[in-house]
């Protein structure tokens, strides 16, 4: 049996000793042991020593992102933070000099990649308060990084995935087809087929260029927004890559686009944008587009992660709010076009 085929609980037991075993590859104390803290494209691990030391410990999943991907990320961390757009999490280097380390066991001897970063501390932005504020920082620090990605000069090797229709609706989708995700039945798919074609149109129309489409961070939500007494920090560029600009606003609101308070959450991160960037009247109404490119990505995710806790946790309805939010779209785009 493979490592991917492995039951969740059994996986996590190797990579937990994966963990322990590669501290070693780092200059960490001694007396440092691993806690896990999350489970989704990546293990995350806190690592906890004396005198007060902690650092994050990220496995990468296997086959997810290439070596060089994993650079390109890192190398878009240091210049945001060197040439102060925003403050990025800083990254150990490993006892032979890399930032990037690789460790295997004898259970998984096909390996896996590794990073040890800096622990950050602060806290994300309360979600049962009012969340406008946090949806408005997100929104400049989105327009500051955008700004910096069309003039950084990128490394020669830049090698990050792309976030684009056929990212999400091609016949090698990098999170799955939707199709296959949890409870899609018959009269669910029918709908999404129409929003899958919608979706794919306007965003054929809308285009790729460079003031539109160039590298995002794609996972810019709350959970990653750190405030604490040194500022605030944007963390897990994990999904980084190159796509549209305002899919990082899609990604800010992932798994909970039906909420009755995301037109304000919208409204604060274009108010948040603007202060930064301009963003004209002809982008900001094809925001909807791109939540709901987002919204049938996740959908994908859930199909191809359901061995994942969150994954679990939200399958029984999201196929069929999906859907629920596929029609108000489709809906929209009517009025919109007068057909």
Same mark, same amino acid.
């Given at each position: 049996?493979?490592? %991917?085929?492995?039951?969740?609980?059994?996986? *996590?037991?190797?990579?937990?000793?994966? /963990? $322990?075993?590669?501290?070693?590859?780092?200059?960490?104390?001694?007396?440092?042991?691993?806690?896990?803290?999350?489970?989704?494209?990546?293990?995350?691990? *806190? %690592?906890?020593?004396?005198?007060?030391?902690?650092?994050? *410990?990220?496995?990468?999943?296997?086959?997810?992102?290439?070596? @060089?991907?994993?650079?390109?990320?890192?190398?878009?961390?240091?210049?945001?933070? !060197?040439?102060?757009?925003? @403050?990025?999490?800083?990254?150990? *280097?490993?006892?032979?000099? &890399?930032?990037?380390?690789?460790?295997?066991?004898?259970?998984?001897?096909?390996? !896996?990649?590794?990073?040890?970063?800096?622990? %950050?501390?602060?806290?994300?932005?309360?979600?049962?308060?009012?969340?406008?504020?946090?949806?408005?920082? +997100?929104?400049?620090?989105?327009?500051? &990084?955008?700004?910096?990605?069309?003039?950084?000069?990128?490394?020669?090797?830049?090698?990050?995935?792309?976030?684009?229709?056929?990212?999400?609706?091609?016949?090698?989708?990098?999170?799955?087809?939707?199709?296959?995700?949890?409870?899609?039945?018959?009269?669910?798919?029918?709908?999404?087929?129409?929003?899958?074609?919608?979706?794919?149109?306007?965003?054929?129309?809308?285009?790729?260029?460079? $003031?539109?489409?160039?590298?995002?961070?794609?996972?810019?939500?709350?959970?990653?927004?750190?405030?604490?007494?040194?500022?605030?920090?944007?963390?897990?560029?994990?999904? &980084?890559?190159?796509?549209?600009?305002?899919?990082?606003?899609?990604?800010?609101?992932?798994?909970?686009?039906?909420?009755?308070?995301?037109?304000?959450?919208?409204?604060?991160?274009?108010?948040?944008? !603007?202060?930064?960037?301009?963003?004209? /009247?002809?982008?900001?109404? $094809?925001?909807?587009?791109?939540?709901?490119? @987002?919204?049938?990505?996740?959908?994908?995710? =859930?199909?191809?992660? =359901?061995?994942?806790?969150?994954?679990?946790?939200?399958?029984?309805?999201?196929?069929?709010?999906?859907?629920?939010?596929?029609?108000?779209?489709?809906?929209? &785009?009517?009025? +919109?076009?007068?057909?």
């Amino acid at each position: 049996m493979s490592t %991917v085929d492995l039951p969740l609980q059994n996986l *996590l037991g190797y990579l937990q000793k994966l /963990a $322990e075993q590669s501290l070693s590859l780092w200059d960490v104390p001694e007396d440092a042991v691993v806690r896990l803290i999350n489970i989704s494209e990546n293990t995350t691990y *806190l %690592v906890e020593a004396s005198q007060g030391y902690k650092a994050i *410990l990220r496995i990468h999943r296997k086959n997810y992102h290439s070596l @060089r991907a994993i650079e390109s990320e890192l190398a878009w961390l240091e210049a945001l933070g !060197r040439e102060k757009v925003i @403050r990025t999490p800083d990254y150990y *280097l490993g006892r032979n000099s &890399c930032a990037i380390q690789f460790g295997k066991t004898d259970a998984l001897i096909d390996g !896996r990649f590794m990073v040890l970063f800096h622990f %950050v501390d602060g806290n994300a932005p309360d979600e049962s308060l009012d969340m406008t504020y946090g949806f408005h920082a +997100l929104g400049a620090i989105a327009a500051r &990084c955008h700004d910096h990605a069309i003039s950084w000069a990128k490394p020669t090797y830049f090698e990050r995935l792309t976030w684009d229709a056929e990212a999400v609706f091609g016949p090698a989708a990098t999170w799955g087809n939707w199709r296959d995700a949890p409870l899609v039945d018959r009269d669910i798919a029918k709908v999404l087929e129409e929003v899958e074609k919608t979706v794919c149109a306007r965003l054929e129309a809308f285009g790729k260029a460079s $003031e539109r489409f160039n590298l995002i961070h794609a996972d810019m939500r709350l959970a990653n927004l750190l405030v604490g007494q040194e500022g605030t920090r944007l963390i897990d560029f994990d999904d &980084c890559g190159h796509g549209w600009f305002l899919y990082d606003f899609a990604a800010s609101i992932s798994f909970i686009e039906d909420d009755p308070r995301i037109p304000a959450f919208k409204d604060a991160w274009v108010r948040g944008y !603007r202060s930064i960037r301009d963003l004209n /009247a002809e982008d900001e109404a $094809e925001i909807e587009t791109f939540i709901m490119l @987002r919204r049938m990505a996740l959908l994908a995710w =859930i199909g191809s992660h =359901i061995e994942a806790p969150e994954a679990q946790k939200l399958a029984p309805e999201f196929a069929s709010v999906t859907a629920k939010i596929g029609k108000l779209y489709l809906e929209q &785009c009517k009025m +919109l076009t007068g057909n």
